[in-house]
């Protein structure tokens, strides 16, 4: 069965200093993964994905995310945090189930940055 | 601009008394979903439609109701809501389900049920 697991609920980084939001997942099939990313108030905005092209994805306002297979993971960096990087970001990964492709959501991680 | 738009964007309600919570989408996409928000949670699927006249349940659709009429709406309905489904609720519409697709969100209903 599918499962996303967003390995900290909480993470809290100084303004300047580097992001790592981690995130294990388990798929039968090769999944597509991706993250989004929650300003308070808002929607949730697509960040970056991965669907089986290059296992390094740049999304948008500087974050990464790698795909390691053999490690079951799909960590999102960011080399320097911005106040404006304060958001909840969760973990998605999608594949076929049954024949149809379906959703699955991390529970999410809450960044705090520091002035 | 393509946006999914949902509304009311607050409720607060009481029990038993029914409401409905509308989206509506501007970017042609079949697949359109409901889901919940709760802390600790994540994300959970309420039910989804595949098109025009298809729905289905998601992972937790006891006291909800969608229809859909016309691709763009989706409305979401509590027929007698109770304290258990204060939530965040988000809309999300995409191109079809799943696979590499991205998924584009409301900006979400906050219901409070007392």
């Known amino acids: 069965a599918q499962s996303v697991t967003q390995l900290d609920s909480h993470v809290s980084v100084s303004e300047g200093t580097p992001v790592l939001l981690r995130c294990n997942y388990s798929?039968?099939?090769?999944?597509?993964l991706f993250w989004y990313v929650q300003h308070p108030n808002k929607g949730l905005q697509l960040l970056l994905k991965?669907?089986?092209?290059?296992?390094l994805v740049k999304g948008i306002n500087g974050f990464e995310a790698e795909f390691k297979k053999s490690e079951t993971s799909f960590h999102l960096t960011k080399p320097s945090a911005h106040m404006s990087d304060a958001a909840e970001y969760f973990c998605v990964v999608s594949d076929r189930t049954s024949g149809t492709y379906k959703y699955i959501f991390g529970t999410g991680t809450r960044l705090k940055v520091l002035a | 601009e393509a946006q999914v738009t949902q509304n009311p964007r607050y409720l607060i309600t009481v029990t038993g008394k029914k409401l409905t919570v509308t989206c509506s989408q501007n970017m042609n996409h079949e697949y359109m979903s409901w889901y919940r928000q709760d802390p600790g949670l994540g994300l959970r699927q309420i039910y989804y439609?595949?098109?025009?006249?298809?729905?289905d349940k998601g992972d937790v659709p006891e006291g909800y109701k969608v229809s859909r009429k016309e691709k763009r709406n989706f409305p979401l309905i509590l027929e007698s809501p109770s304290p258990n489904q204060t939530s965040l609720y988000f809309c999300?519409?995409?191109?079809?389900?799943?696979?590499?697709?991205?998924?584009?969100f409301g900006q979400g209903t906050r219901l409070t049920v007392v």
């Open positions: 991965y669907t089986s092209a290059a296992t």
């Open positions: 798929s039968s099939y090769s999944p597509s």
């Open positions: 999300a519409s995409s191109f079809r389900r799943g696979g590499g697709t991205e998924a584009f």
């Open positions: 439609s595949m098109n025009v006249e298809v729905t």
